[in-house]
């Protein structure tokens, strides 16, 4: 099987002030689709010196198999992290996903109006991606850590600076390369002209979801017919509280140009679907205020 081809969608879908689900290019020969999360650890209540677990001050980086990298979703990540440094809580406070060039550097949405947390796309490849990390507070740069991630895996930037922030985790997961459509039926060979998207839905961000500030990335493979509809859908990359179920119920009722064969005869394929629910928390605050 011979199968020359590139998905580039980026379709953007604006859901409300607070939400935005879209279809991103996740992986693409240029750059690598990244998903950041910065949580946000406190100390239990009532432990001795404010503080449950001695690490050392300054920035830690966590690789390797750990029970924190090894966590399915962010919801298993938290509370891994919050047994892990028996910390009082664990939040979600910000989340970036986005599509990064070789070079490139992205700003994390800033815990406090102190820390300022950017990352740069230092080199990757199809199996592994390098970032240059830059924490800076008051203006100062306290660290610089350079790290290496397998692509589909996760990494862990932490600190233990800083009395508003006792605990800081910036999780970074750059994530495998697209996977081009692949013919249903076997003996299909040639360039397959990937297929188009020419209707949608919108996924609805659900509820609960919303309600409890959690967002993030599903992955979906997904059968289309040489008539252009949706069939069988798997989720490859899963994220809790609805988001999931509401990718899954959105791309079942799209439809497609189907993908087509060298000659030119529709077939049916599966291709991959990535579909972001990023919450624009810096308008969402000022909303509130």
Do not use: H
């Not at 239990?44 to 966590?71: C, F, H, K, W």
């Amino acid at each position: 099987m011979n199968v020359k081809v590139k998905v580039a969608l980026l379709v953007l879908v604006a859901v409300s002030f607070a939400a935005c689900p879209f279809v991103a290019a996740a992986g693409e020969k240029d750059g690598v689709f990244t998903v950041f999360r910065v949580l946000v650890g406190t100390p239990a209540v009532g432990e001795a010196g404010g503080a449950s677990v001695l690490i050392v001050p300054g920035t830690v980086v966590m690789l390797g198999r750990s029970p924190e990298q090894d966590a399915k979703d962010v919801l298993d990540l938290m509370a891994k992290l919050k047994d892990s440094y028996r910390l009082g809580e664990v939040s979600l406070a910000g989340s970036v996903a986005k599509a990064m060039a070789q070079g490139q550097e992205v700003e994390i949405p800033a815990v406090t109006g102190d820390l300022e947390v950017r990352a740069t796309l230092l080199g990757f490849n199809e199996t592994q991606a390098t970032y240059g990390v830059s924490i800076s507070e008051r203006g100062k740069v306290v660290s610089e850590p350079k790290i290496t991630i397998a692509r589909g895996d996760r990494g862990i930037v932490g600190s233990r600076d800083g009395a508003a922030v006792p605990y800081f985790f910036l999780t970074v997961e750059p994530l495998k390369p697209l996977r081009p459509p692949v013919p249903l039926v076997q003996g299909e060979k040639g360039e397959i002209t990937p297929p188009k998207i020419v209707s949608k839905v919108s996924p609805a961000f659900p509820e609960e979801a919303r309600k409890a500030r959690i967002d993030g990335v599903v992955i979906l493979e997904c059968a289309i017919g040489a008539d252009g509809s949706v069939g069988e859908i798997k989720a490859v990359r899963s994220e809790p509280m609805g988001l999931t179920e509401a990718a899954i119920n959105a791309v079942s009722q799209w439809r497609y140009e189907p993908a087509r064969n060298a000659k030119g005869k529709a077939v049916a394929v599966t291709s991959t679907v990535t579909i972001s629910f990023m919450f624009d928390r810096c308008k969402t605050d000022k909303a509130a205020k």
